[in-house]
């Protein structure tokens, strides 16, 4: 009576993040340990480039900070953050490191992640020659830079005014401007956390016309809506981009179901409730982001499958086989077939439960998540054949997760 379902692959978490005045509360224990109960058996993390330091650093730190600690596989996206030749020739060999999917910021400029238009192009160029693939956190950062200080000094400074000042048009405009390098380079290109219905006919129709652009969205931009912000404790939804209307979520439920979006991610970005509070009565001062690595194979369970938005083998597709695909993965993982890794997930469709703070075991102190009803419940959990969850109870070792290098695949990423 229960499905079995490969394990979920999470292609989009900030562990131990440095971000915006604090770090994320997730590290490679809690991080992982709150990923296996939500039955995600792999990890892919964000490791920003420290300014004037090589990229072989990124790999560095977080192999340290798994050490002894990660408890399911984990792969690490380098971000640039600062871009010079040494830069340049260094990915290459980044790529060969197992690291092929380099992430740059096309906002974030006060945070130092920025990368301008010039530079975007020199790396896609570089990946595109050496197998690799660029990952884009696609905002205009003068759209961006422009409002914020313009709703702050008329006063507008509750958590709803985030959404105002990221409005999808300049999710839309950054998609076109670097959809536009994909045709002058042949490059790959993939739009992390994708949450406008604009954006998302531009992905596709440049697919059509055979660029090499992919597109994932995450969890919340499913389950939540801009309508959480206006509530008091809105902070608890701020992200960037931000938490669309209910039109633009049905639309991006309709592009996972479709195929225009690929996949489904978390884009976990763990920060306490004393850092989101730095927000309150600013919200250009809340740290950007919501816990979430746990829930979303429940959520994308309850409210896809059971609600008829998505089969059961779509589910198995935006979590688990197309991360695997388009990430240099397969076949090793993402399947259940001879010869992967047996990473499988038990999920009992007839149980019902809550989600809460207290219920799921991801480290903040509050969730995002508090009062959602779901319907079916991870059993149990393998990874590598180890039975790592057993219902209530964790049997994994800290420390048992594995790097995982990988390399694209021309058959799923021409
Ligand atoms: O709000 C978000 N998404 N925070 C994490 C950093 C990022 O932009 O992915
Ligand atoms: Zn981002
Ligand atoms: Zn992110």
Redesign the pocket.
């Known amino acids: 009576g229960l499905f079995v379902l490969p394990g979920a692959i999470d292609t989009h978490v ?1 562990f131990n993040d440095k ?1 915006m005045g604090t770090v994320s509360v997730h590290d490679y224990y809690s991080g992982t340990l709150a990923a296996a109960y939500g039955g995600v058996t792999s990890i892919v993390d964000f490791s920003n480039q420290i300014p004037r330091n090589p990229l072989s650093r990124t790999l560095e730190i977080k192999f340290k900070e798994a050490e002894g600690k990660a408890m399911i596989d984990y792969g690490i996206h380098p971000v640039i953050t600062d871009v010079s030749s040494e830069i340049l020739d260094e990915i290459p060999v980044i790529i060969e490191q197992g690291a092929p999917t380099i992430k740059c910021y096309m906002t974030y400029r006060s945070e130092g992640l920025m990368v301008d238009i010039p530079d975007l192009k020199k790396i896609l160029e570089q990946l595109t020659d050496h197998g690799g693939m660029l990952l884009v ?1 696609a905002e205009d950062n003068d759209t961006i830079e422009t409002n914020i200080p313009r709703f702050i000094s008329q006063g507008k400074t509750a958590a709803i005014y985030h959404a105002f000042s990221r409005p999808p048009q300049s999710e839309f405009k950054a998609i076109l401007k670097c959809i536009k390098l994909t045709e002058e380079t042949g490059g790959r290109l993939f739009i992390v ?1 994708l949450s406008s219905d604009e954006g998302m006919e531009a992905v596709d129709s440049a697919q059509k016309k055979g660029h090499h652009v992919y597109a994932e969205t995450c969890t919340h931009y499913l389950i939540f809506s801009e309508e959480r912000l206006h509530q008091e404790d809105g902070i608890k939804w701020v ?2 981009p931000p938490l669309r209307n209910q039109t633009i979520q049905q639309n991006l439920w309709k592009g996972i179901s479709d195929g225009r979006i690929a996949m489904v991610t978390s ?1 976990d ?1 763990a920060y306490s409730w004393n850092a989101k509070l730095m927000g309150q009565s600013r919200f250009d001062r809340c740290p ?2 919501i816990p979430g690595v746990e829930p979303r194979l429940n959520i994308l369970y309850s409210e896809g499958v059971v609600k008829n938005r998505i089969t059961l083998s779509r589910l198995v597709e935006l979590v688990s086989a197309n991360p695997a695909k388009l990430f240099g993965l397969w076949p090793r993982k993402g399947r259940i077939a001879p010869g992967a890794d047996a990473d499988i997930v038990l999920l009992d469709p007839q149980k019902k439960w809550t989600m809460s703070q207290k219920s799921l075991h991801m480290a903040a102190d509050w969730s995002a998540y508090e009062g959602i009803e779901i319907a079916g419940k991870i059993e149990k959990v393998f990874s590598r054949g180890e039975l790592i969850i057993d219902g209530n109870k964790c049997l994994a070792r800290k420390g048992r997760g594995k790097y995982l290098h990988r390399r694209l695949n021309p058959e799923f990423i021409a």
Do not use: K, L, Q
Request: aromatic share 10%; net charge negative.
């Open positions: 900030h971000f956190h956390h992200c960037s884009d970005a950007n982001g």
